[in-house]
């Protein structure tokens, strides 16, 4: 059975990014993503949801989003979908999702036409 795993979100990062390294020095960048959506009900009342979701990347990409981007950036991330799972200090089982970059694309910031601070596409 074929099976696909890619996700595409455009959205403002909710914290700067958090910059490790494994133990083989590969870079490790953390950071969040909010996705804004807004619709008009059938009473015409307008609504806003905010999905947060957690973005880790790799290698030259996190440390390229680390020097350029911070908290608030509007960015496009394409990744993959993946299921972190682990034990609490509690004993209790957790999980949660997380976006792996493989592409970032920094976007203009409302009212700019452009950024002259870094690479607009940065591919890993």
Do not use: C
């Not at 020095?25 to 953390?30: C, F, G, R």
């Not at 390229?64 to 911070?70: C, D, E, L, Q, T």
């Amino acid at each position: 059975m074929a099976s696909f795993n890619q996700v595409m979100l455009v959205g403002n990062l909710t914290a700067d990014v958090k910059m490790s390294y494994t133990p083989s020095q590969t870079a490790v960048a953390d950071t969040g993503l909010a996705v804004n959506e807004e619709w008009t009900g059938q009473d015409g009342q307008r609504h806003r949801d905010v999905l947060f979701v957690d973005v880790r990347a790799f290698g030259k990409l996190a440390e390229v989003m680390s020097k350029y981007i911070n908290k608030g950036a509007p960015v496009l991330v394409v990744g993959k979908l993946k299921l972190d799972r682990w034990t609490d200090r509690e004993g209790k089982k957790q999980s949660k999702h997380r976006i792996i970059a493989d592409r970032v694309v920094f976007l203009p910031r409302s009212g700019q036409a452009g950024s002259a601070d870094g690479p607009d596409d940065i591919p890993i």
